[in-house]
Every structure is written in C-alpha cells, then in structure tokens.
C-alpha cells in the first residue's frame, strides 16, 4: 500500500472475503487461522494438474474464452467459454459480491468449467460445469462419465473428484466431463456451433529446435 502511495496510485482495498456467508474482514478474523503445509501442498499440485488439462479443453475453441484463472474469493479455478450473445441479467444475490459485478460477469452467455476444493454445498472436492442462462433441458442432459450427475442445488453438474483422481486415464475422464457438459450448454441453447468449431490440437503441431 505504502509502494501504491508512493506511485500516486492511492486504492481503497474490500478487506470482507466476498460469496461467503458470515464473512469476518481478514484483519478481524481471529477463527481461520489453522495451516496445514501438506494439505496446501496437496491443493497446490491438485490445482496445477487441473490447469493443465483446462488449457487443453480451452486450446480446442474458436470463440472468446477466458484464461484458465483463480478466484481467490470464492476459491475454485475456472475457464469459461462464451457463445458470443448478450444474456439476460444476473438477479444477483451472491453473498458479499455487489449485484453490479455478477451482472457484468454474466452479461453474455457462458459456459463454464471448473475446480472447486470443497466446502459449503459442495462440502468434498469435485470438478462442475454450469451453464448460464441454463437452457430448457439442460438439467436432464446425458453427459460423461457415469459418475457425474446434476445438482438441483447448486444448479450445475458435477464430478467428483475422487472419481478423475482414481481413474486410469484422469486426463480422459475430466476432459470427457468437460465436452459433454459444454455440448449439453451449447446445443440446448442454440449456440452457433458451427461458427465456434472446435479444433483438436496436435501434439506435433509444433516441433523443438534442435
């Protein structure tokens, strides 16, 4: 802050944790303080591995598509395809996060992957795919593989994550979930596909100098 001032670049920093119930502002939060170095660990490598194959699902679409990033506030990694139409706007209502934010974040229509560590509604780690506006149907779509399922509650599909961690080919599984749910989105609502063709990059496409 003191280097910020220093540049005349003077900010005013939120210090309330944002989509959380009972948030404690972080220099009063006297209760979540417990760190366990393996754990954190154990999060980082998960999240490094799930980065990877995101880039691999998001180096396959021709339309605008978000960086594979990190919400800090609400914890979970994500990328995020977009059809390239405006969507409705969001009714808001996310804990601590103005109405004004989730409108321009959804302001065109999505379809989103991601990582969510656990806690909450979701209290063990799973993979979810959601879709926003969800399009008529989209909670009865058929996707991969037969351990994923709908969640009514936080309105997106969901794979756990034991299930990719424990598969012979984790690689296959979570990038199956991951076109499955997007075609579930796109085709149900209307997408144009055709305009946003998908593209399975080589391996060779790009050789080392020697």
């Given at each position: 802050?003191?280097?910020?001032?220093?540049?005349?670049?003077?900010?005013?920093?939120?210090?309330?944790?944002?989509?959380?119930?009972?948030a404690?502002?972080?220099?009063?939060?006297?209760?979540?303080?417990?760190?366990?170095?393996?754990?954190?660990?154990?999060?980082?490598?998960?999240?490094?591995?799930a980065?990877?194959v995101?880039?691999?699902?998001?180096?396959?679409?021709?339309?605008k598509?978000?960086?594979?990033?990190f919400?800090?506030?609400?914890?979970?990694?994500?990328?995020?395809r977009f059809?390239?139409?405006?969507?409705?706007?969001?009714?808001?209502?996310v804990?601590?996060?103005?109405?004004?934010?989730?409108?321009?974040?959804?302001?065109?229509?999505?379809s989103?992957?991601?990582?969510?560590?656990?806690?909450?509604?979701a209290?063990?780690?799973?993979?979810?795919?959601?879709?926003?506006p969800?399009?008529?149907?989209?909670?009865?779509?058929?996707?991969?593989?037969?351990?994923?399922?709908?969640?009514?509650?936080?309105?997106?599909?969901?794979?756990?994550?034991?299930a990719v961690?424990?598969?012979?080919s984790?690689?296959?599984?979570?990038?199956?979930?991951?076109?499955?749910?997007?075609?579930?989105?796109s085709?149900?609502?209307?997408?144009?596909?055709?305009?946003l063709?998908?593209?399975?990059?080589?391996?060779?496409?790009?050789?080392?100098?020697?």
């Amino acid at each position: 802050m003191k280097t910020l001032s220093e540049l005349e670049l003077p900010v005013t920093i939120n210090t309330t944790p944002n989509e959380i119930q009972d948030a404690i502002p972080f220099e009063r939060d006297e209760t979540h303080r417990s760190y366990d170095r393996d754990y954190a660990n154990r999060f980082w490598r998960v999240l490094l591995q799930a980065d990877r194959v995101f880039k691999d699902f998001r180096s396959r679409f021709c339309g605008k598509c978000s960086p594979v990033h990190f919400f800090w506030g609400s914890f979970d990694l994500a990328v995020t395809r977009f059809s390239g139409r405006p969507a409705p706007p969001h009714p808001g209502g996310v804990p601590h996060l103005p109405d004004a934010i989730a409108r321009e974040a959804y302001s065109q229509e999505v379809s989103s992957l991601g990582f969510w560590p656990g806690g909450g509604p979701a209290p063990t780690p799973i993979f979810y795919s959601y879709a926003y506006p969800e399009p008529s149907g989209f909670a009865q779509a058929k996707v991969q593989p037969d351990a994923a399922s709908y969640n009514p509650q936080l309105r997106e599909f969901i794979l756990p994550y034991d299930a990719v961690r424990t598969a012979d080919s984790p690689d296959d599984v979570l990038l199956d979930f991951a076109q499955s749910t997007y075609d579930a989105a796109s085709m149900l609502g209307k997408w144009d596909r055709d305009g946003l063709k998908e593209v399975k990059p080589s391996l060779h496409s790009a050789q080392p100098r020697s």
